[in-house]
């Protein structure tokens, strides 16, 4: 028997957006506001590398309900770079060739995204592991994250909608593990451009 071969690379991706506080059906794509990526090894499934990016929007008033599942709010995207710099940097920095998951769409916002913006795609391929457990289990809605994993009987840090790339420690992040909201008492120290990651001041 043939031995099967594996992804020769693949790379996690989080996106974070500035949803609308009231959006209807046709409404077009919110802006991208960060991005997290990491890298893992397939034989393994180990972590190998992660990034983290803020991304500056063109409409730079964050809504209510994007800052409440969030924590971000304006005054953090000021500093924040286009999405034009971060899709350079991904494409020169990360595997072109790899396999890109997310639990979710976020691999075809993206894909928009970049071609709104006459933007190479960095990633070639993007598997929606939301859909992938629906029809490997022959459900007939989609489950949360959360609830994913508690079937298939995996511990969760219980962060949501932070786009801090996947198994970064949620004691590491700028927000409550548990609310989403940032840390009353810390400072938060952005590395938005040279060094792809974020780090608490206590």
Known sequence: MEELKTLPSAVYLDLEWNCADMSRQGDPDPEIV?????ELDPISLRVVREANYLVRPRQLDISFH????TGLTRDDLLTARPLRDFVTKITEEWPAKATCFAWGTDGQILTRACQAKHLTVPFRRFVDLNRTVQQILLLSEQLSVQ??????????????????AARLPCTKSPRDPCSGRRVPGRTV??????EPRAEVLD
């Open 66 to 69: 994007c800052t409440s599942i």
């Open 189 to 194: 120290r952005w590395f938005r451009w040279y």
């Open 34 to 38: 960060e991005i997290g990526l990491a």
């Open 147 to 164: 609830h994913a994993t508690a079937t298939f009987g995996l511990s969760s840090d219980g962060c949501q909608h932070m786009a801090v």
